[in-house]
């Protein structure tokens, strides 16, 4: 992602007349919503109704599937008692022209990767011995050109076995892997581009926004926070969201905006929400830039929240208003969505009560988290839903990150009065 700040900058000129005048991604429908309970958990099945009655999604557009009520599923399970229905239902209801999956509470989190064959875990094995064995031999190693031959070789051997494991990498969120449900077979390994990431809209992908579907999840420690959600997020839609926004960054705004790369990118983009929110006038902004985090009980009001970097451990730094959303970028913030007693940031945020946040079920890298300058610009616009700009500002599909809240929530929707009439 390095030297492409001048590109959001640019496309986000054009980005509300790219979807807004066109149509095709803007203001999710509830009937462009799928909802999909699961049969063998608790309560899956009666939130479902209660979201459908509350959002008035159409009764035909209502899934009810079978399957583990664990948080992980394998691949083989995934497959057959996940993906296979809802590719079953989407043939048999091309007129619902579903654009968003909701999952409910007791759908599983996180497809289990597939295990390596015996030829895989003797190739990893056999370089593995060979790094450690260069390693040795590199201590005692006096020759200055011979050292330079084994850090060379070590180089090449980390770069092989980084790259092996990647390619072995097919575990991923349920609910990242259902983006690509309508395609028939497509690789597991690793991650997909999104199509509808803001800095794809000119790239050349394999898989085009027609291939893709937006998903989201209702889901939380218990069923009374998924309630709480979904009534949250109404309420704040009619009154408008309101309070302080948050934005936790670690360094000062760079200098040179030129050449940012991995964590100074994401890094500066907090500063380029934090900006943009201000230029909105529509909330009050608090941006901490130093490497401290926000201390416990100082950030009142919060209404949104991006920040890093405390993995695992949340802060109890915050008092939510209804209807708040935000998300901590760190490498396990989801790994579990039901562990009451867990305390990653996810988990804790629900508890707490915000009524959206996005985390991953495993590590992602840094780059596939949402980019927080997009995903702020996107929801305080109006038009696009929570779902949409989640999508808007997501790198990746197919890999590890979830979105947990209502699809159709815009919190911001009272900028636009006349969104009803968009897609009249």
């Known amino acids: 992602m390095k030297n492409c700040l001048s590109k959001i900058i640019t496309m986000l000129c054009f ?38 009655k509350k959002r008035h999604i159409p009764k035909d557009n209502f899934l009810k599937i079978w399957c583990t009520d664990s948080e992980r599923i394998s691949r083989e399970d995934y497959n057959k008692k996940i993906k296979i229905p809802i590719q079953k239902f989407l043939k048999e209801h091309p007129r619902n022209k579903i654009r968003c999956l909701l999952l409910i509470h007791g759908i599983p989190l996180k497809v289990q990767g597939i295990p390596p064959s015996l030829e895989q875990q003797t190739e990893l094995k056999n370089l593995k011995i060979k790094l450690s ?17 084994l850090q060379n070789k070590i180089k090449k051997l980390k770069n092989k076995l980084m790259q092996l494991n990647l390619n072995l990498n097919t575990s991923a969120s349920v609910d990242s892997e259902l983006s690509l449900v309508k395609v028939k077979d497509y690789p597991l390994a690793f991650w997909i581009p999104n199509p509808f990431f803001l800095l794809n809209q000119k790239s050349k992908l394999k898989y085009k926004k027609k291939d893709v579907l937006l998903v989201a999840r209702l889901d939380g420690p218990d069923p009374e926070i998924v309630k709480r959600i979904i009534d949250d997020s109404i309420y704040a839609e009619k009154k408008g969201l309101k309070g302080v926004a948050y934005f936790d960054a670690r360094w000062k705004e760079p200098k040179n905006k030129k050449k940012l790369g991995g964590y100074a990118f994401y890094d500066y983009s907090l500063h380029l929400a934090a900006k943009e929110i201000r230029k909105s ?4 902004v608090v941006l901490e830039d130093t490497k401290r985090l926000f201390k416990k009980n100082e950030c009142k009001n919060a209404a949104l929240y991006c920040g890093w970097y405390s993995l695992g451990h949340y802060i109890d730094s915050f008092t939510w208003v209804k209807g708040a959303i935000g998300y901590h970028m760190a490498s396990v913030e989801c790994e579990t969505l039901r562990n009451k007693n867990s305390n990653i940031w996810c988990v804790k945020m629900l508890q707490k009560g915000v009524a959206a946040t996005v985390g991953p079920v495993g590590e992602p890298y840094i780059q596939a988290f949402p980019l927080p300058h997009i995903f702020f610009w996107a929801l305080t616009d109006g038009y696009f839903s929570l779902v949409e700009s989640y999508y808007l500002s997501l790198p990746y599909i197919s890999w590890k990150m979830v979105l947990v809240g209502d699809p159709l929530y815009l919190p911001f929707k009272v900028r636009n009065k006349n969104i009803e009439n968009l897609n009249n």
């Open 15 to 52: 980005l509300c007349f790219l979807f807004v005048s066109s149509k095709s991604f803007c203001y999710l429908s509830p009937e462009e919503v799928l909802v999909v309970a699961n049969m063998n958990a608790r309560r899956s099945v009666s939130l479902a109704v209660y979201y459908i």
């Open 133 to 149: 064995l260069l390693q040795e031999q590199l201590k005692t190693e006096k020759d200055v050109a011979q050292k330079k031959s």
């Open 281 to 284: 006038k529509l909330l009050k």
